[in-house]
């Protein structure tokens, strides 16, 4: 199984960003997926999660209006959509895969990508 972020950069504050994860070794549909997200010294921060078929959404407090999650299940990759970034959402964002559903909680994920680094100045 794999899990592949890709799409970070370093950005000025206000620009945008589409993370993707691209996923392989199984049968994605069958996953919620989540994002969630660590800075330096922080622990990890739930981000968003898309249920299997995406009729079920939920984000963080922090991103609520400015991200945006989504999924396309033919070509097993997800992604996140975020606009208006802040130097504070400047961490390192990781795919995850949770196979009994959607979850805000890391620890339900069975699956998690490498990681992608995403730098907001300000």
């Known amino acids: 199984v794999q899990l592949q972020a890709s799409g970070g950069g370093w950005v000025q504050a206000g620009s945008s960003l589409r993370l993707s994860c691209a996923a392989s070794?199984?049968?994605?549909?069958?996953?919620?997926m989540g994002w969630f997200r660590q800075a330096p010294g922080k622990e990890r921060e739930f981000v968003a999660t898309?249920?299997?078929?995406?009729?079920?959404?939920s984000y963080g407090d922090s991103v609520q209006g400015r991200f945006t999650i989504s999924r396309d299940n033919a070509k097993s990759t997800g992604y996140l959509q975020m606009n208006s970034l802040k130097p504070e959402d400047t961490a390192i964002y990781y795919c995850?895969?949770?196979?009994?559903?959607?979850?805000?909680?890391?620890?339900?994920?069975?699956?998690y990508g490498q990681g992608t680094q995403v730098t907001v100045s300000s």
């Open positions: 995850a895969l949770d196979p009994a559903g959607w979850s805000v909680v890391s620890d339900d994920y069975q699956y």
């Open positions: 898309i249920s299997r078929a995406g009729g079920s959404i």
């Open positions: 070794g199984l049968t994605f549909s069958t996953y919620g």
